[in-house]
């Protein structure tokens, strides 16, 4: 029964401190843009996409030959 008595305050704590987390999110601006960052991934960004030219520093080797 003690234990009640210990587990009961402690939890109003962590939801103080959570609540607390949670206001300080909102307020500094975390939540104001909930939709460009998954969106984000189904633009096409055309500075993104592959040239297809092989860089002069990477060489092609074909590991076959002796």
Do not use: H
Request: glycine residues 4%; contains cysteine; neutral net charge.
């Amino acid at each position: 029964m003690s234990i009640i008595l210990v587990l009961i305050p402690l939890s109003i704590v962590f939801a103080v401190a959570f609540l607390a987390a949670f206001v300080w999110a909102v307020r500094s601006g975390q939540y104001e843009d909930t939709c460009t960052p998954s969106m984000r991934l189904l633009l096409d960004d055309p500075a993104a996409r592959p040239t297809g030219k092989i860089s002069p520093t990477i060489k092609k080797t074909n590991n076959d030959e002796p």
